[in-house]
């Protein structure tokens, strides 16, 4: 039960970290936009580079959080693991699993998400 709750906490804080991303690609876009309607095309490419350059520093810090932050249960063995990074971020995934291969059975399966 005290698991759910870590977890339904740790789903919160990243859709609140997701949110305040989304806030500030309007606000950056609808400044570009301002910029582009004034005739102002060197701010405006300019505030398209920082623009990409802080949404990509965002989701990198949002992705080591979540990564740093879940573990995986393999369905077939109940064998709890962290997978390597690059297999997290390019895996299917529905909302609360991700198919991967456990290290212990070494089945790929849906794996239940779970906090560390």
């Known amino acids: 039960m005290n698991n759910e709750t870590r977890y339904k906490e740790l789903t919160?804080?990243?859709w609140k970290l997701s949110a305040v991303e989304i806030a500030?690609?309007?606000?950056?876009?609808t400044f570009i936009a301002y910029c582009i309607i004034n005739k102002m095309n060197t701010t405006a490419y300019i505030s398209v580079a920082v623009l990409v350059v802080i949404l990509v520093a965002m989701s990198v810090v949002l992705l080591k959080n979540y990564y740093q932050k879940v573990a995986y249960i393999c369905p077939n063995c109940d064998y709890k693991?962290?997978?390597k990074l690059k297999k997290f971020m390019f895996a299917a995934h529905t909302p609360h699993t991700?198919?991967?291969r456990c290290p212990n059975c070494h089945k790929k399966s849906y794996c239940l998400e779970?906090?560390?």
């Open 114 to 116: 779970t906090v560390r």
């Open 24 to 29: 500030v690609e309007l606000i950056g876009m």
């Open 81 to 83: 693991f962290v997978p």
């Open 12 to 14: 919160r804080s990243m």
């Open 98 to 100: 991700r198919r991967l």
